[in-house]
Nanobody
Framework: QVQVVESGGGLVQPGGSLRLSCAAS????????MGWYRQVPGKQRELVAR??????DYADSVKGRFTISTGDAKNSVNLQMNNLKPEDTAVYYC?????????????WGQGTQVTVSS
């Protein structure tokens, strides 16, 4: 019904940058929130950044380094990550809160690996 696809992960050295992209498709009538979460083995998935209209929210650990923005395509969002640190290493997941023609729900992408290492 709703598909979420992420791209842009990879390996980067400390201090480097990466840009993640996420696109949602399907029977979407209204996009409420798009966000990025991350998870490392043995830990809970945590919020990185989210956007609802013009409002944005960031985890304290990424404020000033990461920027969430809407993409050029409809129902898409980007996460620009600068000054990356080894502790940013995780699988990053895109999440969308949307209303379809039948219901409102949360949908997750498959995740993209970000590794920060020298």
């Amino acid at each position: 019904q709703v598909q979420v696809v992420e791209s842009g992960g990879g390996l980067v050295q400390p201090g480097g940058s990466l840009r993640l992209s996420c696109a949602a498709s399907g029977n979407i009538l209204l996009l409420h929130v798009m966000g990025w979460y991350r998870q490392v083995p043995g830990k809970q998935r945590e919020l990185v950044a989210r956007a609802s209209g013009s409002l944005t929210d960031y985890a304290d650990s990424v404020k000033g380094r990461f920027t969430i923005s809407t993409g050029d395509a409809k129902n898409s969002v980007n996460l620009q990550m600068n000054n990356l640190k080894p502790e940013d290493t995780a699988v990053y997941y895109c999440n969308v809160d949307v209303r379809t023609n039948t219901s409102r729900g949360n949908y997750w992408g498959q995740g993209t690996q970000v590794t920060v290492s020298s």
